[in-house]
């Protein structure tokens, strides 16, 4: 230790001794020196004190421990380890945190609370199992669980041993260890061992239990229970001894006492019908139970428990008959203690009533002699070596008589009720190892002490000792293991104590000799007792007493008093009324009293009563073995057992004497201390060294008083060792273990408090340079406003000189300006009078001078009129004489020219050269137009080039007109043709201009449309936030109105919440069910067992089915071409967008399909007249002119181009097909869809608009090809006649053809007008679109303003409830809207894929048989017939099987099958199989076939299930197709409520013969029993990671402190040989989550589920976490909880990037978060109180209270939570009534519910695997 440090410096706090507390706490004022006589002290309450010191009589007191080290779960982590230290920390854990264990090392001690306390639930023995001691809580589970863990890792036997007072809690400690054993290692079989091990527990307490002024229940017997193991570690069965039962307190109990708690119970059940015969009252009517004077306890039903002793006694095998016989030999005792003997006159002899009414039920209940019972009650019988006397006894005599038979029957009952206990819990298996429960008295001392408490106080010497050397072997062996150098510790031995008792010649020897001397008394035994024992030192002899002596026990003196000591040994009980019971009628009775020497012992018989060695029977039995000395043997053997076996100790303390909860008189508690061997324990612990550390928890603790220097090495142990040496300079002090650091007492504290000095020195150094940053910030902020007062007032002082000369100059200006207007309006005035007086004269002037010119005008206005008349006049009649002249010689030559124009006419020679090549000009004329035509049908934006052309063009005819009429006069139809063409070109204007006005009108029409859609969405946008501001107000009314629906939510919550729990009940009651049939099916296969052969062939096939895509059945030519069909088909998708795009593919191949046949009827025409033109060629071939060739080559050609549009046209309807059947297969979002759609949109359009002009281009190459043909016939005609009159028939030709060429362009014009009027009709349409749309939004808004209207009227409850109904109906038809629109197109997908598919097959056949198909018609005929033919041969969705087959179906598909095998094909294939198997069954109305198939399903599923049920992977993949096969089962039942999602094809596949409806509800029930499989599967692979991976694990590295632990780190409490226990990480437990989530996905689980099992998973990591928090006080600190908050986020993260967190997972993690947020949130004030309470909502008021009791600061720079705050937290009203119980259920199960999904895939198009080996299944 360093040179510098003294322990008992000033601030030092002490203990010292006081006769009130014991101890007192003082703190040192003033430093002490060595040698001083004085030490001066402050006591808690500021008084001084000057503590006297001296070397012997008075030595320094005891030093305090650090306050973070108060409170310690272990007192060896203790610094200082003695008796204030270990007194106050008990106290201190008893009266704050309300924990009544405590380790001290190996012990447990168990303090009394006097209060039921909710820590003993299941849920608290599954935190405990598999835990290593220390690392939770101390508790009576703990210790028990180390001995399970100790007997299963060392193979060797355990014993826990408890002991303390009367009204410690003894009992009650030992039977929560059975509890824990029983539920821990219930049995394998169904013989429920275990259950039979806890009855026992009631009928112990009824007979061996009774209410004394310490305890209401107090163990009056000593127990030792073993509880036998097999080698899997079941109870298999268990054995009970009991040592020294307190008989004396049948016949005689203290005040406040009462007798055995089955006489209470009796008396209080007499007024049962089955106890009428028993003659029992009040049980204040009975002298045995009525000397307490008080015959009830507070709390407790004795007629209820005794039902509850009945129960266990049936549940132990013990009939009604031998219950009825027990209940009558307990009543008899009680009438016997009312038997009233009456004395003699003498005074020497007694004698009993004729008709006492008790004597006579004595006997009755007996079944003995009355008359002989009632004469042995009053006389003896004594036996000389020559005769035999009956004597009789005085009414003293006979009354000791009568109650020494009473308590002999009570121990023979007692001992025959613990024999057949033994019988029942006796197993024939062979027993591989057990756990013995030890519930024996403490040490004992009253005012009065007798021979009951002598022999207790000897047991507990016995068990002292054994105690004692268990810890020094411990000690020592915890040293040898860690490698250090040790010297043998000293401790007391107790051996001559011991000796004393039971040595030779010593007590119990000199008491037997005594006994069997015939005039034997006590007092003549304590004389014996002083002469031989006088030289011992654990014996005294009173100073006041003859009769009594003391012994010096290790605990303290007891001085006993030796009256009773003799008569209690002999025990003493008369023979004759002894043989009158064993001639009793009944056979229980009578066997009670047998001699135990007649017979063998059984195996199980109690060790009291059995014998050392054999000895001669004697006449009587006064010779038999004494109390002491079967006492004595009895305990020789427990040793013996406890010496062979692992002991545990617990010690119950009690706190007070006065039964008050939570009560702590330390005078108590320190005489229970130091007899229990506690503080023994200590001082073991303390000459040693009792502080011990790991390298790297120590490392961790104390790395702040490391230099920089000193971290530099990696070894921590080498760093350990030389902080150690640099710090302690004694190496006596410390050393250095294996794998820890040992310290002698007071080093740890020395440590902390160097620690704390050096955060002392660092806080120091923070707190002045932030004092300082303070301070200058302060400065800077003062700095700062002073120069902001002094810009502001300089400023100030500059504004107010700018306005000064701002106002100087502003009056100069004004002055300016006053002046300058002055002046200008007086110049301005003499201006205007100027301006007028030179006006006034300016014009008089003027007018003048316009006179004078007017006179001057008139006068030539009248001369030019006169001239001009004269003029004319002379002019018309020069004009005259001309003109008639003109007439006269213009008549004359008009004349003549008449005359030579009639000879002209005549002429038809020059009309034949005029009409030359018109033919040709024509058709070239004929063929512009056309052209011309297609460019005004295809290009609207080109018209404009095409008019221009045909002006051109018409310019060239007119110019070519005009050289004919230069040539020659005569052209007057070439002129009426010309005529013709212009009308046509002004029609065709016309029409453009037309067209163009209509365009106009449209898009004017249209913008005008826009802009109303516009003004309506703004109205609408306008009315939306209108609603939306309604809705807000709504919203505040109904925040305002939240109070009045409140209650309507509660109801609705509370509804709900009876729901789940009803539906919690029935899977409660399935659960069980599913149990109780794994029992039987246990039973069955343990019997079938040797018939079983297991075995099976697997069929290795890895060919897969889904080859068979392909083989569509045929379709006929017709069924491509059925339009009809195949818009049927598109309507069922429901989609406009769709419907629309596949209307106008249907459109197409209906068009493509005219323009074919239009095609083949032109070609068999065009065949027609080439046949016809080459016969009348080859008659007169000279006759045919090259025009009339080229004509016909020309339509050859065009005919040809058409054919070769017409082929390229199918190419692009193909390219199409394949588009959408590619987008079809790529169709992985909406987006795509759309694209896709608006991609088919436009090349269907642009298709559409090419076969309009393809369609036109056949109806002019029609019209010319008639007109040639018919051109022809007429030449051939002319040539066939052979007329000579060529120039007289030529004319009408010519006529005819220009006429012909006129209809082609009246027919183009047609065509023309036919385009406008559709286009027309399209702006139309749209318009009306348009309209309705408008109507439809006008519409909308009118509903809308009417809803507003209705809601503005309604009151604010109702608007709230009507705005929800609204708000579900809307998002209900969304949903359901939007669900059928999705599995409508997944369908129509599928259709239209499959259809291209065969459409682009079969176009490519038809092209190959085109030439086929036009020569014959019966063909299509004969196809149709085969495509009906293969219609009926589709695939209905049903699979048939042979009855032998049925084995082969469920072990393939069942049995044999693996969830890999399938993980390719459509998830839940089983399921779809089977379901198709049961529609074929169905089908053909086979009822025995449905019901075999449906049964051994279900019981296939349940073998395989219990055959994996370890297997998630299985589980979920059966749970998945259960639920699928469910689904199917409702979803083509025939229901209407389950058929409402169907396509119309999904329901003719419905059931049509049977109602499954039964098989439904047991399929819903298996689905049930799996889904609990598969959480308790996954609940068992996440359990061993919760704790390490939510508490332990640093996910948040050097945050976690480590504090100074004691027994935690004891290494025979580790699994060494295992390495340990597994440490998990966050990351670990979030992938299991993970790979759960993924099977399930896999498997094809509804996400429903899914989101169940995750939210099941959520709750159980929440609830063992939280659990372990709140047993574990080393994780409760501020670190934990930081840690556990980020752990918690982690989780939710995971949740929502797997969709997870609308499952309500979340939300289970509530309790856990608000526990981290509990951790770390303020802890001093009452508005911290309240803040806990509204932040902590999902915990309890007791596991907030627990949380804040076990928050253990780090360093001593965080504060404890006081116990003042804590009570406030206590006192603080919940809103919620809290659950008593204290921890979470971890096995708490959510109902599950399944939800209705049906599914969308077809049957009919269900493909199976070849590699699952049904090739014997048969496609229907």
Avoid at 1043 to 1055: H, K, M, P
Wanted: hydrophobic content about 35%.
């Amino acid at each position: 230790m360093t040179s510098d440090y003294y322990p008992y410096s000033k601030f030092t706090r002490v203990w010292i001794p006081d006769p009130d507390d014991v101890w007192k706490a003082a703190e040192i004022i003033r430093d002490y020196k060595e040698g001083e006589p004085v030490l001066h002290l402050k006591l808690e309450d500021e008084t001084p004190l000057d503590y006297p010191v001296g070397p012997k009589s008075n030595p320094l007191p005891f030093l305090r421990n650090p306050d973070i080290l108060v409170g310690e779960n272990d007192l060896t982590a203790l610094s200082y380890l003695h008796e204030p230290a270990v007194l106050h920390n008990l106290k201190v854990r008893f009266l704050e945190p309300n924990h009544i264990y405590t380790y001290c090392g190996i012990v447990l001690v168990a303090i009394n609370p006097y209060e039921q306390l909710h820590i003993y639930g299941e849920e608290v023995i599954r935190a405990y199992s598999g835990q290593n001691m220390g690392d939770m809580d101390p508790h009576i589970f703990a210790v028990a669980e180390e001995a399970y863990k100790q007997m299963a890792r060392d193979e060797r036997n355990q014993s826990i041993i408890v002991s303390g007072e009367s009204g410690a809690g003894k009992t009650v400690s030992a039977k929560y260890a059975m509890r824990f054993f029983a539920t821990v290692g219930g049995s394998a079989s169904d013989t429920n061992v275990e259950e039979k091990v806890l009855a026992s527990s009631p009928i112990m307490e009824a007979i061996g239990n009774a209410k004394t002024t310490r305890n209401d229940n107090s163990s009056r017997f000593g127990k030792y229970i073993q509880i036998g193991f097999s080698r899997h570690y079941h109870i298999i069965g268990a054995s009970m001894r009991t040592y020294l039962l307190e008989k004396s307190r049948v016949v005689f109990q203290a005040e406040e006492e009462r007798n055995y708690h089955i006489f209470y119970q009796l008396c209080a059940s007499a007024s049962f019908p089955e106890f009428k015969d028993l003659g029992l009252t009040s049980a204040e009517d009975f002298t045995f139970t009525s000397m307490g004077e008080n015959i009830f306890i507070e709390g407790v039903n004795d007629a209820e428990d005794l039902e509850k002793t009945r129960e266990a006694f049936t549940l132990l095998g013990i009939k009604d008959g031998s219950q009825s016989s027990i209940f009558k030999v307990i009543a008899s005792i009680l009438h016997l203690g009312n038997i009233e003997i009456c004395s003699d006159r003498d005074g020497e002899s007694c004698h009993v009533l004729r008709d006492d009414l008790h004597l006579k039920h004595f006997c009755r209940l007996l079944g003995v002699e009355l008359q002989q019972m009632e004469h042995w009650l009053c006389h003896r019988k004594l036996v000389t070596a020559s005769e035999t006397y009956v004597k009789n006894m005085s009414t003293k005599q006979a009354e000791n008589a009568r109650d020494a038979l009473a308590k002999h029957i009570y121990a023979r009952m007692f001992d025959w009720i613990v024999e057949h206990i033994n019988k029942a819990l006796h197993t024939s298996s062979k027993q591989h190892s057990f756990i013995g429960v030890l519930d024996i008295y403490g040490f004992e001392t009253f005012e009065v002490n007798s021979f009951e408490q002598f022999c207790i106080n000897y047991a507990n010497e016995k068990l002292q000792q054994q105690f004692n050397s268990h810890v020094f072997k411990l000690e020592q062996e915890e040293y040898m293991k860690e490698q250090i150098p040790w010297t043998l510790i000293d401790f007391y031995d107790n051996q001559p104590c011991i000796d004393l008792i039971e040595a030779r010649l010593g007590i119990l020897d000199l008491l037997d000799e005594e006994c069997k001397v015939p005039k034997g008394t006590d007092q003549n035994w304590a004389q014996k007792l002083y002469k031989q024992n006088s030289s011992s030192a654990h014996f005294q002899k009173p100073r006041m007493s003859n009769v009594s002596f003391i012994i010096i026990h290790f605990a303290d003196k007891v001085e006993y008093q030796c009256e009773g000591f003799l008569e209690k040994n002999r025990d003493t009980v008369y023979e004759e009324q002894i043989n009158i019971l064993k001639a009793s009628q009944f056979q229980l009775v009578s066997d009670l009293f047998h001699n135990k020497g007649d017979a063998a012992p059984p195996k199980s018989s109690r060790v009291n009563v059995r014998a050392a060695k054999s000895t001669p029977r004697a006449p009587n039995k006064e010779h038999r073995k004494t109390v002491g000395h079967q006492f004595r043997s009895s305990l020789h053997l427990l040793m013996e057992t406890l010496n062979a076996t692992t002991p545990h100790y617990v010690r119950c303390i009690k706190p007070n004497d006065f039964k008050e909860s939570f009560s702590f008189d330390s005078r108590r508690a320190v005489q229970q201390l130091r007899a229990c061997g506690v503080l023994e324990t200590i001082r073991i612990s303390a000459a040693g060294y009792p502080s011990r550390w790991t390298y790297p928890d120590f490392f961790n603790r104390y790395r702040v008083l490391l230099k920089k220097s000193d971290m530099a090495s990696a070894d921590k142990k080498l760093v350990c060792r030389n902080l150690l040496e640099t710090l302690i300079k004694e190496p006596d002090m410390f050393q250095f273990g294996r794998t820890k650091i040992f310290f002698r007492a007071g080093q740890v504290a020395y440590l902390e408090r160097l620690r704390a000095d050096r955060f002392r020195s660092a806080c120091i150094k923070i707190q002045k340079t932030v004092r300082g940053w303070l301070q200058r910030v302060r400065y800077r902020k003062i700095r700062k406003s002073a120069v902001t007062l002094q810009r502001y007032g300089r400023g100030y002082m500059a504004r107010r000189l700018a306005d000064f000369l701002r106002q100087t100059r502003a009056a100069l200006i004004c002055q300016k300006q006053y002046r300058m207007v002055r002046d200008r309006r007086a110049y301005l005035r003499v201006r205007r009078a100027v301006v007028t007086i030179q006006a006034f004269t300016r014009g008089m002037f003027t007018r003048r001078i316009f006179q004078e010119f007017m006179l001057h005008h008139k006068a030539m206005v009248i001369q030019k009129t006169v001239r001009g008349w004269l003029q004319r006049r002379k002019f018309r009649r020069a004009r005259d004489a001309a003109v008639t002249i003109q007439c006269g010689f213009r008549r004359v030559r008009a004349k003549r020219r008449v005359q030579e124009l009639k000879i002209e006419a005549r002429s038809a020679e020059r009309l034949k050269k005029l009409n030359t090549g018109m033919e040709n000009k024509i058709v070239q004329l004929q063929r512009k137009m056309d052209d011309q035509s297609k460019e005004l049908r295809t290009q609207n934006e080109q018209l404009v080039q095409v008019n221009s052309g045909l002006g051109s063009e018409v310019n060239k005819l007119q110019k070519q007109l005009e050289q004919v009429k230069s040539r020659q006069v005569g052209g007057a139809q070439v002129s009426s043709l010309q005529e013709e063409l212009d009308r046509l070109r002004e029609e065709l204007r016309e029409a453009l201009a037309q067209r163009k006005r209509m365009e106009e009108e449209h898009g004017n029409e249209k913008m005008g449309l826009q802009q109303r859609v516009e003004e309506l969405e703004r109205e609408n946008s306008l009315l939306k936030s209108e609603k939306e501001e309604m809705n807000q107000r709504i919203l505040q009314q109904s925040k305002s109105s939240g109070e009045d629906t409140s209650g309507a939510s509660q109801r609705e919550t509370s509804l709900q919440k009876e729901l789940d729990e009803e539906r919690q009940r029935y899977q409660n009651q399935l659960k069980d069910f599913s149990r109780l049939e794994q029992r039987y099916d246990n039973l069955k296969e343990e019997l079938s067992l040797s018939k079983f052969q297991p075995g099976h062939t697997r069929n290795p096939s890895t060919q897969s089915s889904l080859e068979s895509d392909s083989n569509y059945p045929s379709i006929s030519t017709s069924e491509v071409g059925d339009t009809e069909d195949s818009i049927q088909l598109v309507e069922e998708m429901g989609v406009e967008k769709a419907a629309m795009d596949i209307s106008l593919f249907m459109k197409l191949q209906k068009r493509v399909r005219e323009l074919e046949q239009e095609r083949k009827r032109l070609q068999v025409n065009l065949d027609k007249m080439e046949e016809l033109a080459k016969r009348r060629g080859s008659e007169s071939r000279s006759s045919v002119s090259e025009q009339q060739t080229a004509d016909l080559a020309y339509n050859n050609l065009k005919r040809q181009e058409l054919e070769s549009e017409n082929k390229k046209l199918k190419n692009d309807l193909n390219e199409m097909r394949k588009t959408i059947a590619e987008r079809a297969s790529k169709n992985n979002s909406s987006n795509e869809l759309q694209d896709g759609y608006n991609l088919l949109l436009s090349q269907l359009k642009s298709a559409n608009e090419e076969l309009d002009a393809r369609k036109e281009e056949v109806l002019i190459l029609r019209t010319q090809i008639v007109s040639a043909v018919q051109l022809q016939e007429k030449n051939d005609q002319i040539d066939s006649t052979k007329v000579p009159e060529v120039n007289s028939d030529k004319e009408p030709v010519d006529k005819e053809e220009a006429v012909k060429a006129y209809h082609g362009l009246c027919e183009s014009k047609k065509l023309l007008e036919a385009q406008l009027q559709t286009q027309t009709r399209q702006h139309k349409d749209e318009l009306e679109a348009l309209h309705t749309q408008i109507e439809l939004l006008r519409d909308d808004i009118e509903k809308k303003q009417e809803i507003l209207n209705y809601t503005a009227s309604l009151s604010p409850e109702a608007r709230v409830e009507y705005s929800v109904q609204q708000e579900i109906t809307r998002l209900t038809n969304d949903n359901l809207d939007l669900k059928e629109l999705v599995e409508k197109l997944e369908k129509n997908e599928r259709k239209l894929k499959k259809q291209l598919r065969i459409y682009m097959k079969k176009v490519q056949e038809l092209e190959a048989s085109q030439a086929a198909a036009q020569t014959s018609r019966s063909r299509p005929e004969l196809m149709r017939q085969v495509t009906v033919q293969r219609k009926e041969k589709d695939f209905e969705g049903m699979l048939e099987y042979y009855k032998e087959d049925e084995a082969l179906l469920f072990k393939a598909l069942i049995s044999d099958i693996r969830p890999n095998t399938v993980s390719g094909t459509v998830p839940c294939l089983p399921a779809y199989i089977l379901f198709m198997c049961i529609r074929h069954a169905d089908y053909i109305n086979d009822d025995q076939k449905v019901e075999s198939l449906l049964t051994s399903t279900i019981n296939a599923i349940k073998k395989v299930l219990k055959k994996n049920n370890e297997d998630f992977e299985m589980t979920s993949f059966w749970l998945a197709n259960t639920s699928r096969l469910l689904h199917c089962l409702k979803q083509y039942s025939g229901d209407e409520v389950f058929m409402t999602q169907n396509t119309s094809k999904q329901n003719e596949h419905c059931l049509k013969n049977f109602d499954l409806a039964e098989y439904r509800q047991v399929l819903s029930d298996l689905s049930i029993q799996i889904y609990q499989q598969l959480i308790k599967v996954a609940e068992a692979i996440i359990q061993p990671m919760i704790v390490s991976a939510m508490l332990e694990s640093e996910s948040i590295p050097s945050l976690a402190g480590v504090k100074p632990m004691g027994y935690r780190n004891r290494s025979s409490s580790m699994d060494t040989d295992a390495g340990g226990p597994s440490s998990y990480t966050l990351q670990a437990l979030i992938r299991q989550l993970g790979q759960f989530h993924d099977t399930m996905q896999d498997h094809g689980l509804d996400p429903e589920i899914v989101g169940q099992v995750v939210r099941q998973l959520f709750h159980c990591i929440n609830a063992v976490t939280l659990n372990n928090l709140m047993l574990r006080k080393d994780v409760c600190s501020w670190s934990t909880g930081m840690q556990l908050r980020y752990n918690t986020s982690q989780m939710e993260e995971w949740l929502r990037g797997n969709n997870l967190f609308q499952s309500k997972a979340a939300a289970t993690l509530e309790p856990l978060i608000q526990a981290a947020q509990l951790l770390q949130v303020k802890k001093k004030t009452t508005q911290d109180a309240e803040a806990i309470c509204s932040l902590c909502t999902a915990l309890s008021t007791q596991q907030i209270v627990k949380i804040l009791n076990l928050y253990t600061p780090l360093n001593e720079f965080e504060e404890r939570v006081s116990v003042s705050f804590i009570r406030n937290i206590q006192n603080r009203p919940q809103q919620t009534s809290d659950p008593p119980q204290l921890l979470m259920d971890t096995k708490h199960m959510f109902p599950v519910l399944f939800p209705y999904t049906p599914s969308a895939l077809r049957l009919e198009t269900m493909h199976i695997p070849a590699s699952l080996g049904l090739d014997f299944l048969i496609r229907v």
